[in-house]
Nanobody, 124 residues
């Protein structure tokens, strides 16, 4: 089992920045690829970013490419999502997820463990 706990999100003005973190416990963190997803009210949960076990490979949704950065610190068992140039359309509950594999995935059904989610609200 893997437990994931996201940091508190928050309210930020458009154009601002916010960094989310997700601390894990349980099985060795470096055995998991990680991902961030988000879900806005009335919408399905969507892919945001993913990172492989070593941190050497990352992929992003087109909507966040160039603005968001996913990273991980295997020594701290933590994955991060740095969000810059935030837009009102980024408002959602953000979830981190762990995949019991070394490689990345954009598909939420391929993730085995999920955090509880954290609210990010971007005001215009």
């Amino acid at each position: 089992q893997v437990q994931l706990v996201e940091s508190e999100g928050g309210l930020v003005q458009a154009g601002g920045s916010l960094r989310l973190s997700c601390a894990t416990s349980g099985r060795p963190f470096s055995r998991y690829a990680m991902g961030w997803f988000r879900q806005a009210p009335g919408k399905e949960r969507e892919f945001v970013a993913t990172i492989n076990w070593s941190g050497g490979i990352t992929y992003y949704a087109d909507s966040v490419k160039g603005r968001f950065t996913i990273s991980r610190d295997n020594a701290k068992n933590t994955v991060y999502l740095q969000m810059n140039s935030l837009k009102p359309g980024d408002t959602a509950v953000y979830y981190c997820a762990a995949r019991n594999a070394l490689t990345t995935s954009r598909n939420r059904v391929e993730y085995d463990y999920w955090g509880q989610g954290t609210q990010v609200t971007v005001s215009s």
